[in-house]
């Protein structure tokens, strides 16, 4: 089983900025493709933006392009969120997840990965 554990959320005012981390256990890392999502309460889960297994591609929604950036640390099992000008259209509940579905796109779709950490809350106030 691959386990992530996610962490760096909190409360930040307009324009600020947070790094979220994503840590996993039990498989190989840089197997996997790595992705965030967002979910505020009451709508649907929502992809954020992803880095691919193989190679350094990313992609993100269009609200955060140019916001956030997505990396990661294959050493250290680590992925990671950079978050920068942050809106309060921002907050939500944060998911990192672990694809290993081996794709040419880098995966978008909640429902291409198996692995979801539990969460990180980011609120951004105005």
């Known amino acids: 089983q691959v386990q992530l554990v996610e962490s760096g959320g909190g409360l930040v005012q307009a324009g600020g900025s947070l790094r979220l981390s994503c840590v996993a256990t039990g498989r190989t890392f840089s197997s996997y493709t790595m992705g965030w999502f967002r979910q505020a309460p009451g709508k649907e889960r929502e992809f954020v933006a992803a880095i691919s297994w193989n190679d350094g591609r990313t992609r993100y929604t269009g609200s955060v392009k140019g916001r956030f950036t997505i990396s990661r640390d294959n050493a250290k099992n680590t992925a990671f969120l950079q978050m920068n000008s942050l809106e309060p259209e921002d907050t939500a509940l944060y998911y990192c997840?672990?694809?290993?579905?081996?794709?040419?796109?880098?995966?978008?779709?909640?429902?291409?990965?198996?692995?979801w950490g539990q969460g990180t809350q980011v609120t951004v106030s105005s």
């Open positions: 997840a672990a694809s290993l579905l081996r794709t040419t796109v880098v995966n978008a779709a909640p429902e291409g990965y198996a692995y």
